[in-house]
């Protein structure tokens, strides 16, 4: 996602930009993310399909996953970049995708260990 959002930032088609807002923020308000359904979808018709069942952890304080907290906050941080001032603030934006970028290839994200030290699920 960070890499189409650096795109989309680059080429200034942010038409596809408020689609992949639309995107993140129906995953993080329905908990219903698209590589889970297609997942799904795919073990109904025999693919050997293996590694998205986690165990949740057991001391939280907070009854919310973290990663769903992370996609809305992704999608509420980017639109309010894009709708407010998207000229004035562009260096936040280029700052996010970049950064989301970057926790893609290392496998890290800091905005969703962040949430899990607060207390969430």
């Known amino acids: 996602m960070g890499a189409l959002l650096l795109v989309l930032l680059y ?11 639309a995107m993140t923020l129906f995953e993080g308000i329905t908990n219903q993310r ?29 009854a919310f996953d973290a990663e769903r907290a992370q996609r809305l906050f992704i999608a509420v941080t980017f639109a309010g970049l894009f709708f407010l001032a998207p000229k004035e603030l562009w260096i936040l934006n280029w ?3 970049f950064g989301m970028l970057l926790s893609g290839i290392v496998m890290f994200c800091p905005v969703i260990a962040f949430f899990r030290v607060i207390g969430f699920r």
């Open 34 to 62: 698209l590589n889970l359904v297609v997942t799904r979808m795919l073990r109904k018709f025999g693919a050997n399909v293996s590694g998205i069942d986690r165990p949740l952890r057991e001391n939280y304080r907070i």
């Open 95 to 97: 700052f996010f995708a």
């Open 11 to 21: 080429t200034e088609y942010y038409i596809v930009a408020y689609a992949v807002i």
